[in-house]
Structures are given as structure tokens and as C-alpha cells.
């Protein structure tokens, strides 16, 4: 059974940096690319970043691209999305995902994805 497990969300003031963490099992985690998404309340879920399934290519929505950077330890088998510059728009749960296609098939849709976490909260105020 395939499980990913978010942590490390939390409250924090505006400027600060959060690590998110996934933790994967059931799965051969060094051949899937991973992503990360949000969801604000009342509003869809959002690309935020993913990483490749081997080379480590990392591609980011605009409005977390130099904010937020997404790192991938096969080892651990686990994904990180560290964040810092938070804003209050950066407030939503936080979904890890897993996906057996190749980032170059852009991976910034849902239904690109196979496997889902239960989410994270992150919330952030000025």
C-alpha cells in the first residue's frame, strides 16, 4: 500500500522559512517524480514545484520560483519543499504527490499524478 506522509507545517509570521517534508513507502520511490501542491481555502489546488525522477531537474509556478526550492532524497525516500519569504498568500494545505511520468511532461496537473498525501497545514501571518 502506497502512503506519503506530510510534516513539518505549521503557523508562522510573514518573512519566515518552513521545511515540509513527505515521506514515502509502498513504492519505488527513486523512479518517481515528485511534486508538491497547495490549496487555499475556497480555491483549487495549485502547482507549487516537482522534481524529476532522476536527474533532479526542479520546475516552480511563478509565484514560489526563487521563494521555495524542492529536493529529493531517494535514500530517505523522501521529497522536502523548503520555503522561505513566506507570505499570507503562501497559507494552504500542503499535498505531496508522486508521479511515474518524466518532469519533461510538465507535471503541473493533477492529473498527472498517481499517488497523493493527506495534506499539511500551512499558515502564514503578517
Known amino acids: 500500500q502506497v502512503q506519503l506522509v506530510e510534516s513539518g507545517g505549521g503557523w508562522v509570521q510573514a518573512g519566515a522559512s518552513l521545511r515540509l517534508s513527505c515521506a514515502a513507502s509502498?513504492?519505488?520511490?527513486?523512479?518517481?517524480?515528485m511534486g508538491w501542491f497547495r490549496q487555499a481555502p475556497g480555491k483549487e489546488l495549485e502547482f507549487v514545484a516537482a522534481?524529476?525522477?532522476?536527474?533532479?531537474?526542479?520546475y516552480y509556478a511563478d509565484s514560489v520560483k526563487g521563494r521555495f526550492t524542492i529536493s529529493k532524497e531517494n535514500a530517505k525516500n523522501s521529497v522536502y519543499l523548503q520555503m522561505s519569504g513566506l507570505n499570507r498568500e503562501d497559507t494552504a494545505v500542503y499535498y505531496c504527490?508522486?508521479?511515474?511520468?518524466?518532469?519533461?511532461?510538465?507535471?503541473?496537473?493533477?492529473?498527472?499524478?498517481?499517488?497523493w498525501g493527506q495534506g499539511t497545514q500551512v499558515t502564514v501571518s503578517s
Open positions: 522534481i524529476s525522477r532522476i536527474s533532479g531537474s526542479t
Open positions: 504527490a508522486a508521479s511515474r511520468r518524466y518532469l519533461s511532461s510538465g507535471l503541473v496537473r493533477v492529473t498527472e499524478y498517481d499517488y
Open positions: 509502498g513504492l519505488a520511490f527513486s523512479i518517481y517524480s
